[in-house]
């Protein structure tokens, strides 16, 4: 039997390579483009820089890092959170905005990929693997 982690972290590796490869048509990192694509999907919502470290599980700094390219670019802007001074709310600009539909389609049309070619059954089994990964390394 093949090693399943190495096997996984292979799958990521390609996935995260054609996301960049797509992304860079809109000069745009894969990362950024999730982002987008997750804060486009909470808009109703105040998204808080920690919700994106925990959705994305990343490090403050790493998050910081990121969020301050998106800044630059005017994809995103942080203001302190209301509730919380010390917490920074992270919104999407109109220049963002923009990308937002690309954003899900790639997102949803890759969803649509493996829903097609998986049964229900396999994509829960699926699940249960990752989250046994997820937990036991958290």
Do not use: M, N, S
């Given at each position: 039997m093949k090693n399943v982690g190495r096997e996984i972290?292979?799958?990521v590796n390609q996935m995260d390579k054609a996301m960049d490869a797509y992304a860079r048509s809109f000069d745009l990192t894969g990362v950024q483009l999730s982002?987008?694509?997750m804060l486009s999907e909470r808009k109703q919502q105040n998204v808080l820089q920690r919700d994106i470290e925990q959705e994305f599980n990343i490090q403050r700094s790493t998050a910081t890092v990121i969020l301050q390219r998106m800044e630059k670019k005017g994809l995103?802007?942080?203001k302190k959170a209301n509730q919380d001074a010390r917490q920074k709310q992270v919104m999407l600009t109109p220049?963002?905005?923009a990308f937002e539909k690309s954003a899900a389609e790639y997102?949803?049309?890759q969803q649509a990929l493996i829903?097609?070619?998986f049964t229900e059954q396999q994509r829960k089994d699926f699940e249960?693997?990752?989250a046994f990964f997820i937990e036991q390394n958290s």
């Open positions: 972290k292979r799958a982002i987008i694509h995103i802007q942080r220049t963002a905005l997102i949803d049309g829903e097609q070619r249960a693997i990752l």
